[in-house]
């Protein structure tokens, strides 16, 4: 099992940043790839971002040029750098992984993970 724990959530003004850690643990040498989703009130669970095991990244269309996905594969931990930040990034940000080897890329939906983490609310004001 591999046990994800987000952190660095919060409320921040329009145009401000905010940085996001996983600390994942547990049987961490089957990580793939990683990811974070955000779900918004009334919306489905969406990729915001993925990183696969070499550092290729993918990032939603939304976001891109605005956040930066990164790992730390010797702290086993993933990151979320948001810059100018809107309110619609308002959502409850979920970090993910995908455990042992596969060539389809990129990772997008949410069923192609394998574990979760609770979640951090994430509150974009105008």
């Known amino acids: 099992q591999v046990h994800l724990v987000e952190s660095g959530g919060g409320l921040v003004q329009a145009g401000g940043s905010l940085r996001l850690s996983c600390a994942a643990s547990g049987s961490i040498f089957g990580i793939n790839a990683m990811a974070w989703f955000r779900q918004a009130p009334g919306k489905q669970r969406e990729l915001v971002a993925a990183?696969?095991?070499?550092?290729?990244?993918h990032y939603a269309d939304s976001v891109t040029g605005r956040f930066a996905i990164s790992r730390d594969n010797a702290k086993n931990t993933l990151f979320l750098q948001m810059n100018s930040l809107k309110p619609e990034d308002t959502a409850v940000y979920y970090c993910?992984?995908?455990?042992?080897?596969?060539?389809?890329?990129?990772?997008?939906?949410?069923?192609?993970?394998?574990?979760w983490g609770q979640g951090t609310q994430v509150t974009v004001s105008s």
């Open positions: 990183i696969d095991s070499g550092g290729r990244t």
């Open positions: 993910a992984t995908v455990t042992g080897r596969g060539s389809v890329w990129p990772k997008s939906e949410p069923y192609e993970y394998d574990y």
